[in-house]
Nanobody, 120 residues
Framework: QVQLVESGGGLVQAGGSLRLSCAASIRILSSNAPAWYRQAPGKQRELVAR???????NYADSVKGRFTISRDNAKNTMYLQMNSLKPEDTAGYYC??????????????WGQGTQVTVSS
């Protein structure tokens, strides 16, 4: 059973910082394109940041220059460093891996989500 366990969310004032972590029960491969998504109440889930299979990073325009995605292969963990947080960053944040092979199956996996609340 593949598990993604997130941590690091919380309540922070605008302008503050948080670092989210997502620990995987499997080795994260480049082909898994580790990513962070977020979903605010009443809105669709949106991509925040992703590490592509060639190692480059993609960010939503709204977080460019403020958020940084990274991974630690030795710990099978991915991170999202969030700086200069704004109230509009308030959402549930979810980590994601794609193309995970488990036996004969290939599927995507999601973490359970961690809440980030930014007060003004």
């Amino acid at each position: 059973q593949v598990q993604l366990v997130e941590s690091g969310g919380g309540l922070v004032q605008a302008g503050g910082s948080l670092r989210l972590s997502c620990a995987a029960s499997i080795r994260i491969l480049s082909s898994n394109a580790p990513a962070w998504y977020r979903q605010a109440p009443g809105k669709q889930r949106e991509l925040v940041a992703r590490i592509t299979d060639d190692g480059s990073t993609n960010y939503a325009d709204s977080v460019k220059g403020r958020f940084t995605i990274s991974r630690d292969n030795a710990k099978n963990t991915m991170y999202l460093q969030m700086n200069s947080l704004k109230p509009e960053d308030t959402a549930g944040y979810y980590c994601n891996l794609v193309n995970v092979a488990v036996g004969a199956r290939i599927r995507d996996y999601w973490g359970q989500g961690t809440q980030v609340t930014v007060s003004s």
